[in-house]
Nanobody, 117 residues
Framework: QVQLVESGGGLVPAGGSLTLSCAVS????????LGWYRQVPGKQRELVAV???????NYADSVQARFTISRDNAKNTVALQMNNLEVEDTAVYFC???????????WGQGTQVTVSS
């Protein structure tokens, strides 16, 4: 069973920084994409950033200049460095994984990020 465990969420003032981490465990032959999505109540879950096995990245326009995603293929971990946080970044952040062999998607339980004004 594949599990994604997030850590690093919390409360931070606007302009501050946080780093989210996600560790993948369980039986999985190979991982294609790892990344982060976020969701606020009443809205759809949206892409924040994703990185493929080859290192290609994709960011939401709203975070492009402020967030950095990184991945350790040997350890099956992914991190999201968030700088210059804005109140609008407040959301539950979910770790995301897509399997290489099956394209099945997996999700973490989510971690709350709250940015105060």
């Amino acid at each position: 069973q594949v599990q994604l465990v997030e850590s690093g969420g919390g409360l931070v003032p606007a302009g501050g920084s946080l780093t989210l981490s996600c560790a993948v465990s369980g039986r999985l032959s190979s991982i294609d994409a790892l990344g982060w999505y976020r969701q606020v109540p009443g809205k759809q879950r949206e892409l924040v950033a994703v990185v493929t096995h080859s290192g290609s990245t994709n960011y939401a326009d709203s975070v492009q200049a402020r967030f950095t995603i990184s991945r350790d293929n040997a350890k099956n971990t992914v991190a999201l460095q968030m700088n210059n946080l804005e109140v609008e970044d407040t959301a539950v952040y979910f770790c995301y994984l897509r399997s290489w062999s099956t394209s099945h998607e997996y999700w973490g339980q989510g971690t709350q990020v709250t940015v105060s004004s």
